[in-house]
């Protein structure tokens, strides 16, 4: 049986930020507290103000040129992000369809682009909090690319959405030059955050913010490193969570029955499933029958893409598990049972079939139900989509 897997979810912060990236009255940034990099080293780092705002009254004039060097600076992390994301891009559709554009592949949506490019500024914001001032003035370009500066045509293809995608990246970087153009005292610079500044989260962010960060670069080593990887990392998260939705097809498969003598279900998943080629990109799952003194009933549930099983090489970049709470896969991005249970349209069902314990000795204490080998009942976990709940069928 097969299901459509177009579907996604966000969290309630992440949905009101979308909103708000529309309104026009409201863009977002970071909590502002300086770059642990920045407060670690310094002797007098008690002296370091909490909230971003520099030392000294208000009323002091703003270090404007040091204000559009972070704005530089950030220029130059976004298109280093960038030059990777486009990259990965290529690489995952190799993994899903070897080069082939997936027909399933349409209806692209306006909010993916700008979730997908939010995420990215959100990470950094994680990564390093102190970068708020400048990541203010990056959703406001994103804000201003979604309103209507944005191709007019991107329907139907994957290279549309590396062409809106790279359009993005050209108009988040052609703000910052601008609005750090010296000209006029800086008078883009001024006029981007206006008299009022930026508002977010109950904090205004005013160019003076700006002026007493510092957004690192190259130099800063490390640092630099953990943002541009922050931002790497969510992105390629975001492009799993899409393309499985709007190119996959979850299909289930019923295994040979197993004896409740043999292995548990959780061991057996682990030392035999799982470690068999064409296993390695499915989610096991199954239940206990008593029926003829006890056997083990497995389904497997996997993924296809145009009528290609997701390969095993592609499993090993997107899950860090075998079974729950068994990670073997530091670099994996996605606990297994989440992908299957999130990545669609609407919430699965599975079908009374149940999900492995996490303990690989253990039967459980039903020894007469579905509970021997597994974890039950589990059919009403959350559904929540991942992160893109435009794309819920109501």
């Not at 969290?11 to 507290?33: E, H, P, Q, Y």
């Not at 549930?301 to 390969?311: A, M, P, Q, T, W």
Request: glycine fraction near 8%.
């Amino acid at each position: 049986m097969t299901y459509s897997t177009k579907n996604s979810g966000q969290s309630l912060r992440k949905l009101s930020r979308r909103n708000m990236i529309r309104d026009a009255a409201i863009t977002a940034t970071g909590v502002v507290f300086l770059p642990a990099f920045m407060t670690s080293c310094r002797k007098d780092r008690d002296l370091i103000p909490a909230r971003g705002v520099g030392s000294g009254s208000q009323d002091d004039p703003p270090d404007l040129e040091k204000a559009a060097q972070n704005l530089i600076n950030m220029d130059k992390w976004v298109e280093n992000v960038y030059l990777y994301t486009g990259n990965y891009e290529q690489y995952l559709f190799s993994l899903l369809n070897s080069g082939q554009k997936p027909s399933s592949w349409k209806d692209f949506i306006i909010g993916i682009l700008l979730d997908i490019a939010n995420g990215l500024i959100d990470a950094a914001g994680d990564e390093l909090p102190g970068l708020g001032a400048a990541l203010a003035i990056a959703t406001d370009s994103i804000k201003y690319w979604s309103a209507s500066n944005h191709p007019e045509n991107l329907e139907a293809t994957f290279a549309e959405f590396k062409d809106a995608h790279l359009a993005m990246q050209k108009a988040i970087s052609d703000q910052l030059i601008v609005l750090a153009d010296p000209a006029n005292n800086y008078q883009a610079l001024r006029d981007g955050f206006g008299d009022t500044g930026l508002p977010f989260n109950g904090t205004t962010y005013k160019v003076k913010d700006l002026g007493t960060m510092h957004f690192p670069t190259p130099d800063d080593g490390q640092s630099y490193v953990d943002l541009r990887n922050a931002g790497y990392d969510k992105f390629r998260k975001h492009m799993w969570n899409i393309m499985i939705i709007k190119c996959g097809t979850m299909n289930e498969s019923y295994l040979n029955r197993q004896s409740d003598g043999v292995w548990t279900p959780t061991k057996y998943g682990r030392e035999k499933l799982y470690n068999t080629t064409a296993y390695q990109s499915a989610y096991l799952r199954g239940y206990y029958s008593t029926i003829e003194g006890g056997w083990y009933y497995f389904t497997s549930y996997y993924f296809e893409f145009d009528g290609k099983v997701l390969s095993a090489d592609a499993a090993k970049e997107l899950f860090m598990d075998d079974t729950p709470g068994n990670n073997i896969n530091p670099k994996g991005l996605f606990p297994r049972d989440y992908v299957f249970k999130q990545f669609h349209t609407k919430k699965p069902s599975f079908k009374g079939t149940h999900e492995l314990r996490k303990d690989e000795t253990s039967w459980g204490p039903d020894t007469n139900g579905p509970g021997f080998g597994f974890d039950v009942p589990d059919q009403d976990f959350v559904f929540n989509g991942g992160e893109f709940p435009q794309l819920i069928v109501p």
